[in-house]
Each structure stands twice: as C-alpha cells, then as structure tokens.
C-alpha cells in the first residue's frame, strides 16, 4: 500500500509540473498532451523498476539473515557439548584444588 500511495502522489505532482512545463512553451494542446503521456510512460516505468529493485534488494537482505540463522542453529548442539565438557573440566579443577 505504502509504494502505491507515494508513487501516486509523485506521478500528480511531477505529471502536473511537467505539463506546467510544456504549457508554458507552447499552446499546441497536442504537444501539451505529447509531453503529458510520455511524462506518464517514463515516470511509471522509472517508479517500476525503483520498486522492483528495491524490493528485490530487501528480499537478498533477509535471506542472508536467514541463512545466518541457519547456520548458528546448526551450531548449537555443538555448543552445549562443548559447554558441557568445559564446565565438567572446570569443576575437576576446582575440586583438584579443595
């Protein structure tokens, strides 16, 4: 909804100052009318493409995260035996030196 509503209200101000443009270097209404629909076909396909890559981008960004998380969780069970052998070694330790 968010992208919808922006590039919306960018395609009325900058179709509308475009238009403004061209209305003020000539009266020909075609040519105003010209200017008008390629303002339309370059902006959409220019907010299209933005979006596109935009989008494209955040979904690169959470599947890295993703695999990150994969590859921690496979870790764990590593982790607690490692833990577990430390504390058994620490607590020889400690009751070595009692």
Do not use: K, W
Not at 6 to 18: H, I, K, Q
Not at 61 to 74: G, T
């Amino acid at each position: 909804m968010r992208p919808s509503v922006f590039c919306a209200m960018d395609g009325l101000v900058s179709n509308f100052a475009l238009i403004a443009g061209v209305a003020g270097g000539t009266t020909n209404t075609r040519v105003i009318a010209l200017g008008g629909v390629a303002g339309l076909a370059a902006g959409a396909l220019s907010m299209a493409g933005g979006e596109y890559v935009s989008v494209a981008g955040q979904r690169e960004l959470a599947q890295a995260e993703i695999a990150v998380e994969r590859r921690e969780l496979h870790r764990h069970p590593d982790d607690a035996v490692a833990a577990g052998v430390t504390f058994g070694v620490g607590s020889l330790i400690g009751a070595a030196g009692l």
